[in-house]
Nanobody
Framework: EVQLVESGGGLVQTGGSLRLSCRASGSTFDDYTIGWFRQAPGKEREGVSCINVRDGGTYYADSVKGRFTISSDNTENTAYLQMNSLKPEDTAVYYC???????????????????WGQGTLVTVSS
């Protein structure tokens, strides 16, 4: 069973930056698609960004394209989400997620995901 440990959330002003980290357990990190979903109060859960660790293919929601960058380090079994030009509408709990099969389908359908992190709160003040 994959275990995910997240860090990096916090409070930032509009236009600021934060970096989220997610460390995954297990010996098959290279096979994963790993990324983040987020959920704001009163809103549905949304896939934010994913990366296929083996080939580096990425997915970004339209709402974050050009502002967020996802990366992975397979020497540390860790993924990162660099969030720049943050807006109040980015305020949410961000959950690190893993799809062990690596197909990327989990970026669009959370039912295909195999593991969730504990969540980290990102608050962007106006």
């Amino acid at each position: 069973e994959v275990q995910l440990v997240e860090s990096g959330g916090g409070l930032v002003q509009t236009g600021g930056s934060l970096r989220l980290s997610c460390r995954a357990s297990g010996s098959t990190f290279d096979d994963y698609t790993i990324g983040w979903f987020r959920q704001a109060p009163g809103k549905e859960r949304e896939g934010v960004s994913c990366i296929n660790v083996r080939d580096g293919g990425t997915y970004y929601a339209d709402s974050v394209k050009g502002r967020f960058t996802i990366s992975s380090d397979n020497t540390e079994n860790t993924a990162y989400l660099q969030m720049n030009s943050l807006k109040p509408e980015d305020t949410a709990v961000y959950y690190c997620v893993v799809e062990e099969s690596g197909t990327g389908y989990g970026c669009y359908n959370s039912d295909a995901l195999d593991a969730w992190g504990q969540g980290t709160l990102v608050t962007v003040s106006s």
